[in-house]
């Protein structure tokens, strides 16, 4: 017997695509290395779970101009994701419906706010439409998407990390790894496009 979970996407599944925004894109104000990359692999992921039926969801950093994490405030960031500025867009290309559910964070001036569940309706959302699973890629493996995978399985969802659909900041050259392994070890399963279809 296989006693592999099944991967298919089926009712109870949601997507969540994490700060795919232009400013941690090549050429943004704080650019993820191939954070572009990400884009049509989510997008495949996009188009399986819309073929389903299933809902999609994109977290967004939404920061006023004088946000704590930006280095002028004692931040460790340059200024990024200024709401409503170009930057904070979601990237042109990603396929995201019209029907996705945008999760605006760390919106007040005075807290950051890495994972999509922080001070957020997602939790409450993603439990009142019977969400069982989530499928969780974007930008950073090592800051955002690492903060949402975290508290998705704290609130007790299963996870599945979209290995090809993340990338990482890389203060220090592995903290990618190192935070797909933490997740792994929190229970996190870590699949890539090809095994959907399995
Ligand atoms: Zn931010």
């Known amino acids: ?40 692999v989510l997008n495949e992921y996009i188009a399986a779970f819309r073929r389903d039926g299933l809902p999609i969801y994109a977290t967004r950093d939404w920061h006023p101009v004088d ?3 930006f280095q002028a405030a004692g931040g460790a960031w340059p200024p990024h994701c200024i709401a409503r500025s170009p930057g904070a867009k979601f990237a042109p290309d990603l396929a995201l419906p019209e029907e996705t559910t ?11 706010a890495y994972s999509g569940f922080e001070d957020t309706e997602l939790a409450r959302d ?3 439409t019977g ?18 995978v975290n508290d ?28 797909l392994t933490s997740m792994r070890h929190h229970g996190a399963a870590l699949i890539r496009r090809e095994m959907l279809a399995a």
């Not at 599944?13 to 925004?21: E, K, P």
């Not at 989530?134 to 493996?141: K, M, R, Y």
């Open 1 to 40: 017997m296989d006693k592999r979970p099944s991967i298919r996407p089926r009712a109870g599944d949601a997507l969540i695509a994490v700060d795919v925004q232009n400013d941690f894109l090549p050429g943004g104000s704080l650019a993820v290395t191939g954070g572009d990359e990400v884009v049509p």
């Open 67 to 69: 946000h704590c994490s």
């Open 152 to 179: 998705a399985l704290a609130a007790g969802f299963e996870v599945f990390v979209l290995e090809d659909a993340v990338r990482a900041v890389n203060v220090e050259p592995d903290d990618g790894s190192k935070a």
């Open 131 to 148: 969400i069982r699973r989530v499928f969780i890629g974007g930008l950073a493996t090592d800051y955002c998407v690492l903060g949402t």
């Open 102 to 112: 945008v999760i605006s964070k760390a919106t007040t001036s005075g807290k950051d």
């Open 126 to 128: 993603l439990h009142h």
